[in-house]
Nanobody, 125 residues
Framework: QVQLVESGGGLVQAGASLRLSCAASGGTFSDYKVAWFRQAPGKEREFVSFVSSNGGRTYYEDSVKGRFTISRDNAKNTVYLQMNTLKPEDTAVYFC??????????????????WGQGTQVTVSS
């Protein structure tokens, strides 16, 4: 079992940067794959990025590729999402999610059983 807490969201203008953090506790963090999802009002939860348990494999949704970077520091029990060149369409609540295991890549919210409470990112135009 692992507990997740997101932080780092805020209100910024288009073109700005933010770094989100997902801090984990209560489990062996290096055993968990982690993904970021986001959800805007009235829309479905959307995949953003994925990192494998050892950090060796990453995936990005096409609209954020080249702008966002996911990374993890297992010694600090933390996953990061560096978001650059933010756009108004990036506005959403951002969630981190985790699942134990390293064999499979999971890009859907249904595949994760541990979730943080989310952090709001608002990008003004």
């Amino acid at each position: 079992q692992v507990q997740l807490v997101e932080s780092g969201g805020g209100l910024v203008q288009a073109g700005a940067s933010l770094r989100l953090s997902c801090a984990a506790s209560g489990g062996t963090f290096s055993d968990y794959k982690v993904a970021w999802f986001r959800q805007a009002p009235g829309k479905e939860r959307e995949f953003v990025s994925f990192v494998s348990s050892n950090g060796g494999r990453t995936y990005y949704e096409d609209s954020v590729k080249g702008r966002f970077t996911i990374s993890r520091d297992n010694a600090k029990n933390t996953v990061y999402l560096q978001m650059n060149t933010l756009k108004p369409e990036d506005t959403a609540v951002y969630f981190c999610a985790a699942r134990a295991g390293s064999t499979y890549v999971i890009l859907t919210p249904q595949g994760y059983n541990y979730w943080g409470q989310g952090t709001q990112v608002t990008v003004s135009s």
